[in-house]
């Protein structure tokens, strides 16, 4: 009758213990929580390049992944250290807003069109990415997007605009979710689907999908990397953040991003501007 | 793909694979944590729940059986905007920290605690009422003594928490922030491995999480089944 | 060896129930019944099945309240204890169960193992002292549930139809436990429905039928010469309804 009682007094102390180890654990390492987006995440990036900078610094990158809505959220209240997004006016905004006390370019990488083999709207031979979102809007074939509010999602439906075409209707399928989510779903509606390079490179179960249209300039997608506001957010990290905008654009985080390849390809091309 | 699946499960829990390993330790420890600590609540609270008589009792009750299918992303949500430094809570800092996730299932894990506590014991109150009252045993004195007796059945009850606790992914996905080597258990990492299209990876992910939860549930069981013969 | 003696005691307060009644909702269960039970007598509360006997006995100990009438001591009132039909005893040991009695009534930590002890040892118990009390017989636990009562030393011990689910040897071994109650000066009220273990204790009979109190004789008059035509039905062993 007594070892019941010991079992529970132990497990009481190893609760005890383990969420007071959690909290040390916390206090370690300095580090900064960065907010960023799931593409960028899943792609990989993160993991080749933030044990550099650890290296180089020390400082810990806590990476929270989230839609690029999300992640402008969280720095808006103050609940990260640093942004990493791909939505220029977005950003530009966040700063005009005094959220950010100020952006700067990162790299770049780019949208491809992604659709079945057979290609029914025939965007293969499409001249620009407004003609083919036009001739997949003209054939009303299944296209899948990610309706989540995201940089990528963002982007997509400008160049809808810009291809004069309001999304809507049967055809076009919001899913509300990620860029890996929204593959998935496509692979298995046989759909057309925008998705960033990096992720369609790493991108496992295509089944029927392939890549049918790259290349407009109108489908780069630009990364800009936020200084947060030392006004609004006075307890944030500021200086260990600062660090991190600075190596980014720093020849060494510039190199970094260049270096990164999934399948020999490098999916990220460094545009700092340079001093 | 189910055959992949369990070659990779297989594959990562052979290799002990760190990464794997880290998920693990952290998902045991985060709701280990969270069933600990919404027991130490949710016992005494569910057996003076079926002790005293009080108005409100049935609203609070019924409360509390509401809250038994409280959604997960819900909570989580919740304790996002309160841990939030632009929250009532901010200051401490917690957000996107496994404690954090301690909270947000602390809360989910205990309305069930509590109410499937106050049912065994108003059943076994039922039983001993009179002879407790016989030997002028005060109310207050009934908690630890029907909880104390209840015991087998409160493994039960532990058990069902803490299923709940290890099943979930909403709440300590917005509230942890599904950071890689900090904040990153089995259910999120399987959220982010179907996300990045690695589905045999997240099945396999998934099938190492249900074998770790049966484990669990077994050996409750057995230490249930042994004390039960003990004592009959 | 310790002294397993309680503390003899020559008057407790005579129990008095006045006018008592009990209506939980429109159907009226017991009463209205005055009755006074004083002295140190065993007093068997008898009659049939529905009579209203563990209603009297719950209504006398105060584990239920009058809806009408009152129930009172006339006196300081005295310790008591009550042994169910049924032996509730915890989820631990047989020893443990004593030791909790003893902890309810506050006594310090280091007395409890000695007293509990010397408790089973009275009641023959010892060699199950570290058994979990609900593996135990029947027999056995209503023993130990008898031994706590012991422990609890009260001046009045109810009882309520505590030999019915026992064997023989084990009504022999709860009547002599109840005796040696007696002996020490504890007032006995107890129910039953077995005539002959009536005729073995009981010094007065308190009869009820339907709910009402027919009847509150010495045990010789009772048995004997009935002052009622119930009663007498009931002694011959015939069936009343």
Known sequence: MTLPRHLAAAGLLLGAVSLSGAALAEQEAPSIT??????????????????????????????????????????????????????????????????????????????????????????????????????????????????????????????????????????????????????????GMDAYVMSDRATWVAFDNRQNLALLFEGDEAMFNQYGSLKLSEEKHPDLEHDLANQWHQWLLSSDGQAAIADFRVKGQQLFFPNAKGD | MTDSAFSTALALIVGLDSDLLAIVTLSLRVSLTAVGIAALIAFPLGAALALYRFPGRSMLIVTLNALMGLPPVVAGLVVYLLLSRAG????????????????????????????????????????????????????????????????????????????????????????????????RVMTTAIVLETSKGNLPLALGLGIILLVIVALITAIAHVLGEGTRRQLG | ?????????????????????????????????????????????????????????????????????????????????????????????????????????????????????????HFGLAAIARRPARVLSGGEQQRLALARAWLLAPEVLFLDE??????????????EAINAFHRRGVRIV????????????????????????????????????????????????????
């Open chain 3, 190 to 241: 107890m129910t039953s429905h077995d005539l002959h273990q009536a005729r073995r204790l009981a010094d007065d009979v308190v009869f009820l039928h339907h709910g009402r109190l027919i009847e509150h004789s010495p045990a010789s008059v009772f048995f004997h010469q009935p002052a009622s035509e119930q009663a007498l039905a009931f002694v011959s062993g015939e069936l009343i309804d």
């Open chain 1, 34 to 187: 960065l907010a960023s987006t799931t593409s960028t995440q899943n792609s990989g990036l993160f993991d080749a390049i933030v044990p550099q900078f650890t290296d180089a610094t020390g400082i810990e990158v806590h990476v929270v992944a989230v839609g690029t809505g999300q992640a402008f959220e969280i720095a808006r209240r103050g609940d990260a250290d640093s942004l990493l997004v791909h939505d220029t006016a977005g950003e530009e905004t966040f700063v005009a807003d005094g959220d950010a006390d100020e952006r700067a370019d990162v790299m770049y990488n780019d949208f491809v069109l992604i659709g079945p083999t057979d290609d029914p709207a025939a965007i293969s031979e499409a001249t620009s990415v407004a003609d083919a979102l036009g001739r997949i809007a003209d054939a009303e074939a299944p296209f899948a997007s990610r309706g989540d509010d995201s940089g990528t999602n963002r982007a997509e439906l400008r160049l809808w605009q810009q291809a004069d075409v309001e999304p809507g209707g049967d055809w076009y399928r919001e899913l509300g979710s990620g860029m890996g989510a929204t593959l998935n779903t496509a692979a």
């Open chain 3, 1 to 121: 060896m310790t002294d397993m003696s309680l503390p003899t005691v020559s008057h407790i307060a005579p129990l008095e129930l006045d006018g008592v009644a009990f209506r939980p909702g429109s159907q009226t269960l017991l009463g209205p019944i005055s009755l006074r039970l004083d002295g140190c007598r065993r007093t068997l509360v008898m009659g049939p099945n529905g009579a209203g006997k563990s209603l009297l006995m719950r209504l006398a100990h105060g584990l239920i309240a009058p809806t009408s009438g009152r129930v009172r001591w006339h006196g300081p009132v005295p310790r008591q204890a009550m042994v169910f039909q049924r032996p509730v005893l915890l989820r631990r040991s047989a020893r443990a169960n004593l030791e909790y009695a003893l902890a309810v009534d506050g006594v310090a930590r280091r007395e409890r193992r000695e007293r509990a002890d010397a408790a089973l040892e």
């Open chain 3, 162 to 175: 505590p030999t019915s689910a026992l064997d023989p040897a084990a009504i022999r071994a709860v009547e």
């Open chain 2, 88 to 183: 009532p809570l901010g200051t401490f800092g917690l957000l996107f920290t496994p404690s954090a996730m301690v909270v947000a299932q602390v809360i989910l894990v205990l309305p069930i605690l509590a109410a499937l506590t106050r049912q065994r014991i108003e059943e076994l109150h039922g039983e001993y009422a009179e002879q407790l009252a016989s030997m002028g045993v005060s109310r207050a004195r009934r908690i630890p003594t029907l909880l104390w007796d209840a015991r087998l059945a409160l493994i039960t009850v532990l058990l069902a928490g803490f299923g709940r606790a290890s099943a979930e992914v909403g709440a300590v996905m917005i509230v942890g922030g599904n950071i890689d080597g900090v904040t």
